[in-house]
């Protein structure tokens, strides 16, 4: 049944629907993912603007599905989509082609079974269905009562705003604000979702003293005296759903109004018909939406009676009837009602619905079900069902939601009646339900009853539980004396012995303590030699031999153990150790031991094997992004991109997705695609906004080199503060990175008389780099010589700050020189030179450093720092290009130059013979997989170097060159 209640005007919103319309769908939205998030009290009109600017957005031609949140702690992964997939579905408007779409995707739900790639796998088949649902049309999701948003469907959000699921996507949600309190994971979210360009966070206010008027004179038909507007306004503090309800009992004469917005509403429901009454307190007592038949089978009228009863109940505004359901109006209706029925009467009322919702055919709704035995007083009834509910949220990979169900459970066991109960089954499952989803206190909680409930003392697979989730909680300590603990127990057999042992190994490197780690893990691999089966042991406890033997001076000897955890990997034949295995092989070449052509090497290859294992998606993403990071240092760029392609095809998410975005957004700041590096920024804030603390020091340090290459001194050093504050990451060489951008920002704060220098930021800089430098005197040579680098950069920033010192610069140079780092090396020879141009000195090793600065800029294709030189270079008239004797420029090409471009980048030649096809710039992205800004880039420094202006003069280049 349809329902026509919000007859009332939309009053003091128009600005505000105009807003979200834009943001969503106006110009600047076009082409990326964008969304707002309405935030307000109970009241306030947030789910009238839902529907006003739903209707408004599908007039524009957007396909619009629209859920709402189910209000039980209980609720299912990912119900508000597929209840938006239903209603969808419902609509007899559908066309055929996005019907048959819709049903498939639903039927996948139905189909999903748990899978090597997890969750990544689930969203992004959830995105490949709601792309097919779109239809190249704009896709916009309606959430309503986000603050009850499971957490499938929160990562869902993330994963899809981060531009993840190769889909044009808004979503505009409505979130209750006094819901928001304390360790709401929502709140945390919201944070970190204001500080993205396409995310809009509105917190809607109530209305002002003229639009309460207006609204309530609408209500009423006439103008309101002077005495009745005070009435109003002062009763209702604004908040529409209020006035309209006062504003009804002025309209209709009801006198003597209740002093409290409780009694508005009981005198409203006291004022319905009987069954109306009974249908009003039926429908708060469900979960919403009440569909019809349940209506009916818990109700036991007569159908003319109960559409009658729910007719009036809609009449006086209490009810909204829709094809899925009844809902109340308004939730502080359910709210007003649960306390005027008496226990047995509500206890009754859920027995009725549970017993509705077992009788029915088709697929039970567990979470439901569970929710009203359990207020039923049934127990023995409602366990099975929670079980039920859990074990299905955990095929979906929702863990969140399993834990509550698991809980849940072990709640309702208490009093299972004739049932026999496992109780140490359910404790276990929802202990480590709990860790799978972050909970860690109330995993190691959940672990403490269990070792309670079996008495004696605990065994060794306990302490071993215990201490992975001591380890996941960040309590290291504990977590290490919990294993210790494991490989003195009496009961520890063979195969738990070593598991401990190589999981401590793991812990100790992790804590930096390779000495102590090394011991360990020589441990575990000779207990592992006993134990059949036992390749994960030993490619955990290799990975740490490895890279404890390589950062105590002896990197052979850890390549060596490696190599052999790869051998035993393969050997095995378990997937995950195999991809294990190349991940910390990848990891030590281009990490500690900074081989990075060879550890790149590994990375590809690696990745080719774990995708024919079918780990493409994650860890074959992990090894790509390794692999680009690595061809980032050394200087091939062009390369670097066509490695991002191939990942960018596994569509990753998650932590996977993060390292391929930072990697991919290093190069986008290196180039200078300033729109394409901030973007992928963003994308990584909005996923790290559901957890994932180890990318933040990356993340901001990238931010902050973004910002200095804008001119926005004052943003990259409130980005290093963010760093140096919120991460506590012991990382020597990341944090170097993170102080050398600190100080970088600092001086060009100075060079450019934009922003005052901060003399306290410069001290606590300085005060980090010393830290460094002395936990890094104990590190392996190569590690202590990435930073010994970085720490070079930090002292020539600092004497940037009271006249540059060329010495310390040529030290930086020729310190990356000696690491095959080209871009710090080209970097710190442009800094020199301006220290001796400063000095009025040595001019002609300056002009020689610029020329070699220049010469590697842009073969790189760094536009930034390009810029940067040939700016220098003009103030001070260096030429950038020498002569040769014959008038010639010395590396351009000749008219008798058998091959023109030569000056260009493999991928500068790619971009080229697609320009000579005709292609546009956003053509040629989608055929490289590149962002269309980035072909700008490209397309400039082609002009550049060939010296034309045109894109025809460039094709004739490349036509004259390619001939035959």
Not at 83 to 105: I, Y
Not at 154 to 159: A, K, T
Not at 215 to 226: D, E, F, I, N, P
Not at 844 to 850: E, I, N, P, R, S
Request: overall charge negative; some cysteine.
């Amino acid at each position: 049944m349809a329902s026509d209640v919000d007859t009332a005007p939309l009053v003091g919103r128009a600005e505000l629907v105009q807003t979200v319309r834009s943001a969503l769908l106006g110009d600047g939205a076009l082409g990326q993912t964008a969304a707002v998030f309405l935030t307000g009290e109970s009241g306030v009109g947030k789910t009238r603007l839902l529907g006003e600017i739903g209707d408004r957005l599908r007039e524009q031609g957007a396909v619009v599905l629209t859920g709402s949140c189910l209000d039980i702690g209980d609720a299912s992964p990912l119900h508000p989509l597929l209840q938006a997939l239903r209603r969808f579905d419902a609509d007899l408007s559908t066309r055929a082609r996005t019907s048959s779409a819709v049903r498939g995707l639903l039927q996948m739900f139905a189909d999903e079974t748990a899978g090597p790639d997890g969750a990544g796998a689930l969203l992004e088949r959830v995105s490949r269905g709601l792309h097919l649902i779109a239809e190249g049309r704009p896709l916009v999701l309606i959430l309503d009562d986000l603050q009850w948003v499971d957490r499938s469907t929160r990562q869902l959000l993330l994963y899809l705003l981060a531009g993840l699921g190769d889909l044009q996507l808004s979503v505009l949600a409505a979130v209750r604000a006094e819901s928001l309190q304390g360790a709401h994971p929502l709140r945390r979210v919201l944070t970190e979702l204001r500080r993205l360009r396409t995310v809009r966070v509105l917190d809607l206010a109530p209305l002002g003293r003229a639009d309460t008027e207006e609204l309530a004179a609408a209500v009423v038909g006439r103008t309101l005296s002077a005495e009745a507007a005070e009435q109003v306004w002062q009763r209702s503090g604004g908040n529409p759903f209020v006035i309209e309800e006062l504003a009804r009992d002025l309209r209709d004469g009801r006198d003597g109004l209740s002093e409290t917005l409780r009694e508005i509403f009981l005198d409203r429901v006291d004022a319905l018909p009987q069954h109306a009454h009974a249908v009003v307190h039926a429908v708060s007592a469900g979960v919403e939406p009440v569909q019809h038949w349940l209506l009916a089978q818990v109700l036991r009228l007569p159908e003319d009676e109960l559409i009658d009863a729910a007719r009036a109940a809609v009449a006086h505004r209490l009810l909204v009837g829709a094809d899925d359901g009844y809902r109340l109006r308004h939730r502080l209706v359910a709210e007003v009602l649960a306390h005027e029925l008496l226990p047995a009467e509500r206890s009754g009322l859920h027995r009725r619905y549970a017993e509705a919702l077992t009788a029915a055919p088709g697929e039970l709704h567990q979470a439901r079900l569970a929710h009203h035995w359990r207020l039923a007083g049934e127990p023995a009834r409602a366990l099975p069902a929670a079980v039920a509910a859990a074990q299905e949220a955990e095929r979906l990979h929702g863990y969140a939601e399993a834990h509550r169900h698991w809980s849940a459970a072990l709640q309702l066991a208490a009093d299972p009646g004739p049932l026999t109960v496992d109780r140490v089954e359910l404790l276990e499952n929802a202990a480590e339900a709990a860790h799978h989803c972050g909970e860690h206190a109330r995993a190691l909680a959940l672990l403490e009853e269990l070792a309670a409930l079996r008495g004696g003392e605990p065994s060794c697979a306990l302490h071993i539980r215990r201490a992975r989730y001591l380890a996941a909680a960040g309590r290291s300590a504990l977590a290490e004396e919990e294993y210790q603990r494991a490989l003195k127990a009496a009961d520890c057999s063979p195969r738990d012995r070593a598991a401990a042992a190589a999981r401590l190994a793991e812990l100790l490197l992790h804590l930096g303590r390779y000495a102590d780690a090394g011991e360990r893990a020589r441990e575990a691999l000779a207990l592992a030699e006993n134990v059949e089966g036992s390749a994960t042991e030993v490619v955990l406890a290799s990975s740490a031999l490895g890279f404890s033997d390589a950062c105590l001076e002896d990197p052979d000897a850890g390549l060596a153990v490696m190599r052999d955890a790869l051998d035993t990997a393969e050997r095995a034949g378990q997937p995950e150790d195999v991809a294990c295995a190349y991940l910390h092989l990848a990891e030590l070449l281009t990490g500690p031991l900074n081989i990075l052509e060879e550890g790149v090497v590994v990375a590809r290859r690696g990745a080719e094997r774990v995708a024919e294992l079918g780990l493409g998606r994650t860890w074959g993403t992990r090894l790509l992004a390794i692999a680009i990071n690595g061809l980032f240092r050394v200087g091939q760029w062009a390369e670097a991109e066509k490695v991002v392609a191939a990942a960018l095809r596994h569509r990753p998410s998650g932590a996977d997705a993060v390292e391929l975005l930072l990697a991919r957004c290093r190069l986008s700041v290196g180039y200078g695609d300033i729109e394409a590096a901030g973007r992928d920024l963003d994308a990584v804030a909005t996923l790290l906004a559901g957890g994932g603390a180890r990318h933040v020091i990356p993340l901001l340090t990238l931010r902050s080199g973004l910002a200095m290459w804008e001119g926005r001194h004052d943003v990259a050093r409130l980005a290093v503060q963010r760093g140096l504050t919120e991460s506590r990451s012991d990382d020597v060489m990341i944090l170097s990175a993170l102080v050398w951008h600190g100080l970088r920002a600092e001086a060009e704060a100075h060079a450019s008389r934009t922003v005052d220098v901060d003399p306290t930021a410069v001290r606590r800089l300085r005060d980090v780099a010393d830290r460094v430098a002395r936990k890094s005197a104990g590190a392996a040579r190569p590690v202590r010589s990435v930073v010994e680098g970085f720490l070079a950069l930090c002292a020539a920033e600092v004497s940037r700050l009271d006249g540059s010192d060329p010495e310390l610069w040529a030290v930086s140079a020729a310190e990356w020189d000696r690491r095959n780092h080209p871009y710090p090396a080209a970097y710190s020879r442009l800094r020199q030179a301006e220290a001796l141009l400063a000095r009025r000195s040595r001019v002609a090793t300056a002009g020689k450093l610029l020329r070699e600065a220049y010469q590697v800029a842009q073969g790189l294709g760094a536009v930034p720092l390009t810029s940067e030189i040939r700016e220098l270079a003009g103030r001070a008239r260096v030429p950038l290009e020498q002569r040769e004797p014959n008038g010639a420029t010395r590396g351009a090409p000749t008219e008798e130059s058998d091959d023109e471009l030569a000056a260009l980048t493999a991928r500068e030649r790619e971009v080229l013979a697609l320009v000579a096809e005709g292609l546009t710039n956003k053509e040629i992205g989608q055929r490289l997989f590149i962002s269309e800004r980035t072909i700008g880039v490209h397309v400039s420094h082609i002009f550049d170097k060939l010296q034309v202006r045109t894109r025809v003069q460039a094709s004739a280049i490349q036509l004259r060159n390619h001939r035959g």
